[in-house]
């Protein structure tokens, strides 16, 4: 039976340091996990004989290949903002900002989405250009804004662009001042 898209997928390291795919029963490899975390699939890693939690080590480990790779995301600054973070006790505050930075990213991206099914959706050849669109920005998002895009269930709007920029431009301003903030506390 196989698992959908929302359920998480179990790999369990060997002794050998080998990942084993519990779904297809196959091993994989941190280039196989990162395209299933692309394609929007939860994973979990554990370790076959102690049964601890090794998921956060192998994503740290994969976004360091990324980027000693040159697809460079995280800038320097923000690096060493990170590395800043462990050592003044910021810790507890950084994990719920980053996650919401990222969830203001998605939901930017979502409303970016809507605005132009709203405003061009009458448009001949708009359906083929949005598809082009959102696998752009999914590609560029590495996966990171994976099932967030509108729904597809066909409803098209006129909404107030306005509105809608108003509010992008509220995230923006959102964003900028917790990097502010983030910013300062690394000081």
């Known amino acids: 039976m196989a698992k959908t898209e929302g359920e998480t997928l179990l790999i369990k390291r060997y002794a050998s340091r080998r990942l084993y795919n519990t779904e297809t029963s196959d091993y994989v490899t941190l280039d196989d996990i990162s395209g299933f975390i692309r394609a929007g699939r939860e994973v979990q ?3 076959l ?3 601890d939690d090794l ?3 192998y994503l740290l480990q994969i976004i360091a290949e990324h980027e000693s790779r040159g697809d460079t995301v ?3 600054n923000v690096l060493t903002d990170l590395v800043r973070s462990y050592t003044e006790g910021a810790q507890s505050m950084v ?3 980053l996650s919401a930075s990222f969830d203001m990213l998605r939901d930017g991206q979502t409303k970016m989405m809507e605005s132009m099914s709203g405003s061009m959706g009458g448009m001949p050849g708009f359906d083929q ?3 082009q669109q959102e696998a752009f920005v999914k590609t560029m998002m590495g996966g990171w804004a994976a099932g967030s895009g509108p729904a597809p269930d066909g409803s098209e709007g006129n909404p ?3 509105a809608d920029s108003s509010e992008l431009e509220q995230i923006k301003k959102q964003l900028a001042e917790m990097q502010a903030a983030l910013s300062k506390i690394g000081k």
């Open 55 to 57: 998921t956060r080590q």
């Open 160 to 162: 107030d662009k306005a």
């Open 95 to 97: 994990p719920d900002f």
């Open 49 to 51: 004989k102690s049964g």
């Open 129 to 131: 250009i949005k598809q």
């Open 74 to 76: 995280l800038p320097t």
């Open 45 to 47: 890693i554990v370790d």
